[in-house]
């Protein structure tokens, strides 16, 4: 297969599945230079910015505003964390509040029955509706964490040369 064969499937599989994500175009693009030996750059896709939104790096991690039942806190975002986790002082003072216990895994792959919430998150202009999250004691200075439970319904991009995390539709 030739280089522009493979140019035209990976153009008909973006098309087919709604558009690639830039990321992955970026890394297509780089096998297929890799393949062919020639610059390959990838087609524009359907997928549009709907927002973007600036984070910080603190000690590692990205830090940025999400809104929490209408209150805003400083989240850290981890898609290798399974669970979103709100931190009791944000909690308490935003009056969010647990009605019952569900099982978190804790750093060490324990079982730990923690209390759970159900809130509303806006991060940008995207809202994301009845999140579970557990409630778990103050670690650090932020509010809590975005795990991948809430990070999955979203198409983002990490731009970490610009401190900006893109939404698109």
């Not at 098309?15 to 750059?41: C, N």
């Not at 709907?50 to 898609?79: H, L, M, P, S, Y």
């Not at 009056?95 to 730990?112: L, V």
């Not at 923690?114 to 509303?120: G, L, T």
């Amino acid at each position: 297969m030739d280089w522009k064969s493979i140019l035209i499937a990976t153009a008909a599989v973006g098309l087919l599945f709604g558009g690639l994500l830039f990321a992955a175009q970026k890394d297509a693009a780089q096998r297929i230079t890799a393949l062919t030996g020639k610059s390959y750059t990838p087609l524009p896709t359907t997928t549009s910015i709907k927002n973007a939104v600036d984070f910080q790096q603190i000690e590692n991690r990205i830090v940025t505003k999400i809104t929490v039942n209408g209150k805003t806190g400083n989240f850290i975002i981890d898609a290798n964390n399974p669970s979103t986790v709100i931190y009791e002082k944000f909690a308490k003072k935003n009056k969010i509040t647990s009605k019952n216990n569900g099982i978190f895994k804790d750093r060490n792959n324990q079982d730990i029955s923690k209390p759970i919430c159900h809130v509303n998150l806006k991060f940008a202009d995207k809202n994301i509706n009845n999140v579970r999250a557990f409630i778990l004691e103050d670690s650090t200075d932020f509010d809590g964490i975005i795990g991948s439970n809430v990070l999955h319904h979203l198409n983002y991009e990490i731009d970490y040369r610009n401190g900006k995390i893109i939404i698109y539709d």
